[in-house]
């Protein structure tokens, strides 16, 4: 999964700057802020429309005093920068969602291997089994097995230790999707009071009568900053509850699977005393 990651982006990466490339292409700076007739500018519409890559993924402006647009270098930045954290959220709920699968923590083979080696009494087979084997369930199977020569309390409590302790650091792991799901629409929203000051320092500077041409770079990085906030926070905190939620319950599972086999070991409770003979 790793190795397919890289690719995965650079495909991806590879789509955007083609889109780019070709918005580039059609010559969507040349706009005329003018008001040319219907019909020159139904002719026009395809050459100086804004495409699709540069809606988008770009952020521009139009020079004041003039018909040219010009990149604007911060809202740019912002956009590149949340596209990037919705490719590392995605590479996250993917590799997240392959390694906290059932084979990971509760594989059904190892489980019935190891089940069948406990009725047998081959401890110590089963004992080398989960030390070669790096499920979930085999660690905390073997961290309480090897507590055996300390009584039966000591094995439940060394199960329930390990169980805790490796559900925790598996929580953890994905505790980056909540922090990204969470940062996402701020870094939008940080983006959209800048597009917003844009907009008002283009009405300040036309004395209170500014062109919509001019407002639109301005409003326009405010809306794209916020789409891509909300592109990567919804999938972001989507996945990490149900990530979560799918590691809580087959950790659950695993924790109670092993106290089951761990059970055997439970000292016998004393055979009840019979009833006192009657005196004749």
């Not at 039966?152 to 329930?160: C, K, N």
Request: aromatic share 8%; hydrophobic share 45%; net charge neutral.
């Amino acid at each position: 999964m790793r190795s397919l990651l890289p690719l995965l982006i650079a495909v991806l990466a590879t789509l955007i700057l083609i889109s780019v490339a070709r918005g580039q292409g059609e010559e969507p700076f040349d706009i005329d802020v003018g008001t040319p007739d219907p019909p020159a500018a139904a002719a026009s519409a395809g050459r100086s429309g804004t495409s699709f890559g540069q809606a988008f993924f770009v952020s521009t402006r139009i020079v004041p005093g003039s018909d040219d647009r010009e990149l604007e270098i911060v809202g740019s930045f912002i956009i590149w920068f949340l596209l990037a954290l919705s490719f590392a959220s995605l590479g996250l709920i993917g590799y997240m969602t392959l390694t906290n699968q059932r084979k990971s923590i509760l594989p059904a083979g190892v489980v019935e291997q190891a089940r069948t080696l406990l009725q047998h009494g081959r401890y110590r087979e089963t004992i080398d089994l989960t030390r070669t084997e790096e499920s979930f369930f085999s660690h905390v199977l073997g961290a309480a097995l090897r507590e055996a020569n300390h009584g039966f309390s000591a094995m439940v409590r060394s199960l329930e230790q390990t169980s805790d302790e490796l559900t925790t650091d598996r929580l953890r792991r994905i505790e980056y999707l909540n922090v990204l799901g969470q940062v996402s629409p701020m870094i939008g929203l940080f983006g959209t009071v800048y597009g917003m000051i844009l907009a008002f320092q283009a009405i300040v500077v036309a004395g209170g009568n500014a062109d919509p041409v001019l407002l639109a770079g301005g409003i326009g990085t405010a809306l794209t900053t916020t789409f891509w906030g909300l592109v990567v926070a919804i999938p972001a905190l989507a996945g990490y509850a149900i990530v979560r939620n799918k590691i809580d319950a087959l950790t659950a599972e695993a924790t109670l699977v092993a106290e089951e086999m761990v059970n055997q070991f439970r000292p016998k409770p004393p055979a009840k005393e019979g009833k006192a003979k009657k005196t004749s």
